[in-house]
Each structure stands twice: as structure tokens, then as C-alpha cells.
């Protein structure tokens, strides 16, 4: 269908703005080349009308060899509740922040190699089979949320921001 190989092209073309990855022939790989999938869905307005068709390149970094620290903080309920009721009182102003691409945000300190998203071929066919070498985190490796959450603590640090000593969430 059209509408899902637009929104593939849009997601590679995202992907690859942002550095995510570097074609490199197989050969230079120094581990397992991990597959990917697609993911694919429809988001609707709240009248249930079609918004966008939306594809989300994922790893599947469940075939990832080693071991790997995978912790993802989160905040308590009780300090969400806290948040929220002090911006009542306060009349501070609230608001939701979606990042685009949040994983694709974080750079990779080992780098790991991936097969090129089905239904894309290599930019350069005359370097002969090629693989993808992550210089950023991408969705399904199992130390995106950790790597994610690095670099938005420290961005929160360097803008003044300091853990709460009763929820410090790392």
C-alpha cells in the first residue's frame, strides 16, 4: 500500500537525518547483525479520522548477545501526583512533550551492527553486501531506554536541574 511505503521512506529518511547509522560493508562488522522489523500503525484523530500512517523502524535487539544493563528509570506515581497538584496550587502552566525519534536522540558508545530495513537497498550497490553500523540508539536495543535517559538527566542538569532526594528516579 502507498500510504505504508511513504511513511517507511519518512522513517529512514528521519533515521538517516539524524545520524542514526552508516552503511558499512558486512565484512567490517565485529558482531552479530541483528534484523529488524517494521512496525507499523494508524493514528487517528480523536473522531476517529485518519491522521497519519505511521512506520517505526525497530531492532530486535531480543537476539542481541551479552549481557547489557537494560534499566529504564521511572517516577513514582506519588511524585506525578505531587507535580501536578503543586501546578494547581502554584498556577504553573503543564504541558505533555513527545520528542520525535526519542531513542535516535542518545549516541552509542559500542557500536552495533544491523541488517537495512526490507524494502530498502544499499545507497552504494557497488560496495557489494552491506550491513549497518548504530552510531545512535534506535528502538528495540536493549540499552535504548538507559542511553535515552542519560542524555535527557544530564541535558535536566545542565539546565539546573538536580534529582529530588526522595524520588531521584536513577
Known amino acids: 500500500r ?18 542514526t547509522w552508516v552503511e558499512v560493508p558486512v565484512s567490517e562488522a565485529k558482531g552479530r547483525i541483528l534484523p529488524g522489523t517494521w512496525v507499523f500503525r494508524i493514528k487517528r484523530t480523536p473522531d476517529g ?18 549481557e547489557f544493563d537494560t534499566f529504564a528509570p521511572v517516577c513514582s506515581a506519588e511524585s506525578v501526583r505531587l507535580f501536578l497538584i503543586l501546578s494547581l496550587i502554584l498556577g504553573w502552566s503543564t504541558f505533555a512533550v513527545d520528542f520525535s525519534n526519542a531513542f ?11 541488517h537495512l530495513p526490507r524494502g530498502f537497498q544499499s545507497s552504494s550497490p557497488s560496495q ?17 531506554p538507559k542511553a535515552w535517559f542519560k542524555l535527557i538527566f544530564n541535558a535536566l542538569k545542565d539546565a539546573g536541574f538536580r534529582p529530588c532526594t526522595h524520588d531521584p528516579c536513577f
Do not use: F, N
Open 128 to 144: 557489494g553486501r552491506t550491513c549497518l553500523r548504530l552510531q545512535k540508539s534506535l528502538y528495540g536495543i536493549k540499552i535504548a
Open 2 to 19: 502507498a500510504e505504508w511505503m511513504k511513511a517507511a521512506a519518512a522513517e529512514v529518511s528521519a533515521l538517516e537525518a539524524k545520524g
Open 49 to 66: 479520522e485518519i491522521k497519519k500512517y505511521k512506520a517505526r523502524y525497530c531492532v530486535r535487539g531480543d537476539l542481541q548477545d551479552g
Open 104 to 114: 535516535v536522540q542518545a549516541t552509542l558508545k559500542e557500536p552495533i551492527w544491523i
